[in-house]
């Protein structure tokens, strides 16, 4: 295996490349008529609305603004370069065929306010991708609007916040429980649709502790927010009781979709007692993720709640496909349009690529190599798996980095630094926080066996290399871009620069050095 | 595998799902197909809507055409900015954390303020978080809006204010002219109001120049003043920050993202230097700072004690997945076009929207542009002429459909949104469309009104 060494390159701020004159993209010229209707189109401002003086962008050359920034591209990981176990995220390979459709400008080139009459076609898309998440996830009734995993959430909680209000409770049911286990988005969530936060804690077992769950229900509780399998990438095995207990107390259960992926096929949230389910394309079904977004959240609906779904709906009367905006009940619009339609046509593609047999695979594969990455682990030194030994995992598993920090002062944090000096991306880690110096590993289905076997002889490596020079460890990564960066510099008041104008301020006002 | 796992098939690692949950159905979708199969039943798909290369399309409305550099599709094709994921480990993350910084900064430098966030879904929901970042720094309850905004932005700003309790009241907006009343501004704009919301441009394409007494009014009360915009007038439009806006907001779509069926969008989001408005700020920060040992320049996502991943249910927002690959799209064409570029493209758009009023406004019948206003690339047509048969008013529904007929989509209808508006469309006019195209768009509509 060839050493990793991600490319150095000393690259300035655009702005500092800046070259006087020169300009990268010419436009078309204009018709004698056109420029005549109107010969100065500034002095046609009025003044109070007039640009004083053009924007300090930079300057530069066609060959220099590409070369800039593919010079940076070579400085960013991604799921084409390797293995990239992030646990939660799901970073499965983004299939090049999906793109290409993407781009295709029967698609790209239409505009979401064209007569549907003009737009048969992706409405189809649109609207089989509604009812194909619906099958997938056991639910009756899907929007696509969300553009992320936290917007279902918010549309989620907003549908429950509806659905409660439309019986007149809503006064009452002022709380969301979740697990402590539960990503951030759950209660942020929550607390944006006006809801207050109950935390539940889990039990020895990793499992939502049945106890504590049954104290924290009551007329107050609007619903429980869980993902299943948990972040522990456990099954939790009590969620039909779970289920029960919640709705007894007449309170919904929302399900988190970031581990989708461990279910396709085998077990379905409707089927598990769910109410509301969101997805994350760009986790589940392959889209890519542009360092960050566009991603997509689509949201799944029990037909109860189905009447308060965000508008408009992508619907089929038999012969044509339109936007249904009439839904009284509706809680509103999330998205100014109808989401992120472009990472919709992409999941459109994957399921159609995959069918059913292959989303099954999916999944099978994926809890696969989730384990034996677990089983590989075993003996290797300075790591555990807490909670729950001999239960297999489901898509993820989570190590503890504890015994090695305490034996060698190397913690989770070390270990993510020297796995991207070996050219694998860091595990997400300090995450769950119910495990101390957490290593959240998700390898997902797309990883072979021979690069799981590297992964776990890198982390091997590393354990080693703790025990034995553990200075080694600490002082890494050195063979990427740069090496750790100093976190307090950048959030300090007197040094933060979130812009480069603001860099220049910060810096002008420094005490000389 | 399976062998290591000490297990004889993979059915044995789902043992631990209750045998009742398990799914032993079919889940209903299609068999899977070679990547040949289904790129032609996708692309089958989209041969039925009407093909893009054979119309002529002036709607607009939040989503608009606009040219796109070559240059700028290879650079953001490229697997390690598309393929990656959100830059958590800096150290092997500087291409897309400095991109991102480098597209802070240059929005900073275009709507003239320091501080910028790393996207927001979309113009609509950064309008929502706006108004909630306005009542969480003034502890107030009320948000003034125009009376004429989009629709569709206003129904979103509505879904993430009402659980906040914070109310929405809409400002009068001058028939004629469709800038802001400011006596009714001043009357509305009370002791608990948080923000006073104005676009530039419009929805309905024109621009609102009272844009310093408006500051005034909202400040004199105690309010924040929030300004949505579009990016690529502002080559020639005054910045927000250099009349007064504590936050901007605005779609970054046309800065070279297409239209795609309305999305991926972004969401632009900055405020001005100030601590109260910075720690409420919602969404991702991209900070400059060095390497430890203080030899190398880096980046690095910082202030995260704000977000929800650190902060849980008292984060400023739920927002984790942004729009991260539209904003490296917009710094990448903000580079191509350069202050110059933006300005002659700014002046080109108003040339060609205008050379569209006034081939609309020769037709009978046809007010183009109805509003007596400074206007940008879009402008609203009203039909005043009766139909042949002489009784009832033309409609603007009939109108656009006899003009599809001739492969020509005239703008969007506002007959239903607004009402007030009378029989009216809004028409978007960019450097994306020629002469040939306007000329066509005035054929199409004198042809459609003869028949009607």
Request: net charge neutral.
């Amino acid at each position: 295996m060839a050493r990793f060494r991600q490319a150095t390159w000393e690259e300035l701020l655009v702005f500092e490349r800046t070259n006087p004159g020169a300009i990268a993209y010419s436009l078309p010229s204009l018709a004698q008529e056109v420029r005549a209707a109107l010969p100065k189109p500034l002095e046609t401002l009025p003044a109070s609305l007039r640009r004083r003086t053009p924007p300090a962008l930079p300057e530069l050359s066609e060959p220099e603004v590409v070369q800039h920034f593919v010079r940076l591209s070579q400085m960013n990981y991604c799921i084409d370069l390797g293995l990239y176990p992030l646990g939660s995220c799901t970073m499965k390979y983004n299939p090049p065929m999906n793109e290409q459709l993407a781009a295709n400008p029967k698609f790209a080139q239409v505009h979401p306010d064209q007569d549907c009459s003009t737009v048969q076609g992706t409405l189809h898309i649109l609207y089989e991708l509604q009812q194909w998440l619906a099958a997938i996830t056991g639910m009756d009734a899907f929007t696509l609007q969300p553009a992320a995993g936290a917007h279902g959430e918010l549309t989620g909680v907003l549908l429950i916040r509806a659905y409660h209000a439309d019986r007149g409770e809503l006064e009452s049911r002022r709380e969301i429980i979740v697990p402590d286990s539960a990503h951030g988005t759950n209660p942020a969530s929550a607390a944006m649709a006006g809801f207050d936060v109950v935390v539940v804690p889990s039990n020895d077992q990793g499992q939502v502790d049945l106890q504590a769950l049954r104290g924290a229900v009551s007329k107050r509780t609007a619903g429980l927010m869980l993902t299943n399998p948990n972040t522990l990438g456990l099954f939790e095995r009590e969620i039909e009781t779970i289920a029960q207990i919640v709705h007894k107390a007449g309170g919904l259960l929302y399900y988190d979709g970031a581990n989708l992926n461990a279910t396709l096929g085998r077990v379905r949230p409707g089927d598990m007692g769910f109410d509301v389910v969101h997805t994350n394309l760009h986790k589940t079904f392959s889209t890519p993720h542009g360092g960050g977004g566009p991603g997509a959240g689509p949201v799944g609906v029990k037909a109860p709640l189905a009447p308060y779904l965000p508008v408009p709906l992508v619907a089929f009367d038999g012969k044509r496909y339109y936007l249904d905006d009439q839904r009284p009940k509706t809680i509103g619009r999330m998205h100014g349009f109808l989401g992120n339609a472009a990472v919709q046509l992409r999941a459109f593609a994957y399921i159609l690529r995959m069918g059913e047999q292959g989303l099954r695979a999916v999944t099978d594969h994926a809890v696969l190599n989730a384990n034996y990455v677990m089983k590989r682990l075993e003996g290797v030194r300075g790591f555990t798996v807490p909670f729950a030994p001999g239960t297999w995992r489901k898509h993820e598993i989570v190590v503890s980095a504890k015994a090695l920090s305490h034996e060698t002062g190397i913690t989770a944090r070390d270990v993510a630094k020297a796995l991207l000096d070996r050219g694998i991306h860091a595990p997400t880690f300090y995450f769950p926080a119910i495990v101390d110096e957490a290593l959240m590993i998700e390898p997902s289905e797309t990883y072979s066996k021979a690069e799981l076997d590297r992964f776990v002889d890198v982390l091997r490596e590393i354990s080693d290399q703790a025990y034995s020079s553990p200075d080694l460890v600490r002082q890494t990564p050195s063979n990427t871009a740069v090496g750790r960066l100093d976190e307090v510099k950048a959030a300090h008041p007197r040094t933060m620069a979130l812009t480069w104008r603001m860099f220049q301020q910060r810096r002008s006002q420094a005490p000389p050095a | 595998m399976l062998a290591a796992l000490g297990v004889t098939s993979i059915d044995e690692l789902f043992k631990d799902i209750p045998a009742k949950l398990r799914f032993r159905g079919r889940l209903g979708v299609p068999e899977g197909l070679s990547e040949t199969e289904a790129c032609r039943q996708v692309e089958a798909l989209l041969d039925q809507n009407w093909n893009p290369s054979q119309i002529v399309s002036f709607l607009g409305g939040g989503v608009w055409p606009h040219l796109i550099p070559e240059a700028l599709k290879a650079v953001v094709r490229r697997t390690e900015f598309l393929t990656a994921y959100t830059p958590y480990q800096p150290e092997i993350s500087q291409g897309m954390l400095q991109t991102l910084f480098e597209y802070q900064s240059l929005i900073a430098e275009l709507v003239d303020l320091p501080i910028v966030n790393a996207s927001m879904y979309d113009w609509a929901s950064a309008l929502g978080e706006s108004a909630l970042m306005t009542a969480r720094v003034t502890g107030r309850h009320l948000f003034l809006v125009p009376q004429f905004m989009s629709p569709e932005r206003q129904a979103v700003l509505r879904t993430y204010a009402g659980p906040a309790q914070l109310r929405l009241q809409s400002v009068r907006t001058d028939p004629v002219h469709g800038s802001l009343d400011l006596e009714h501004l001043k009357e509305s704009v009370r002791g608990e109001t948080a923000g006073v919301y104005v676009e530039n441009p419009a929805y309905l394409g024109y621009l609102e120049p009272q844009v310093e007494a408006i500051s005034e009014i909202a400040h004199d009360a105690g309010a924040k003043f929030v300004v949505g915009v579009d990016p690529i007038s502002l080559g020639v439009l005054r910045p927000p920050g250099d009349y007064g806006a504590d936050v901007v907001v605005g779609e970054g779509q046309p800065l070279g993202s297409g239209v795609s069926f309305g999305g991926p969008l972004l969401g632009l989001f900055g405020c001005r230097d100030d601590r109260q408005l910075l720690r409420q700020l919602p969404g991702r920060l991209i900070g400059l700072t060095t390497t430890q040992d203080g030899a190398r320049r880096g980046y690095v996502m910082t202030l995260q004690t704000r977000e929800q991943h650190i902060r849980r249910e008292q984060a400023t927002s739920n927002i984790c997945s942004n729009q991260a690959l539209c904003a490296v799209t917009a710094a990448v064409y903000l580079c191509l076009l350069g202050p110059k570029g933006l300005q002659q493209l700014g002046e080109q758009i108003m040339q060609q929207r205008r050379y569209a009023e006034q081939q609309l406004a020769k037709l009978p019948g046809v007010r183009a542009p109805r509003f007596d206003a400074p206007h940008f690339k879009e402008f609203v047509v009203t039909l005043e002429g009766k139909s042949i048969r002489g009784a009832e008013p033309v409609k603007i529904s009939a109108v656009l459909e006899r003009m599809r007929q001739e492969q020509v989509l005239g703008g969007i209808p506002l007959d239903q949104r607004f009402p007030d508006l009378g029989q009216s469309v809004l028409v978007c006019v960019t450097e994306a469309h020629t002469k040939d195209h306007i000329d066509k768009l005035a054929n199409a509509l004198r042809k459609a009104l003869e028949v009607s």
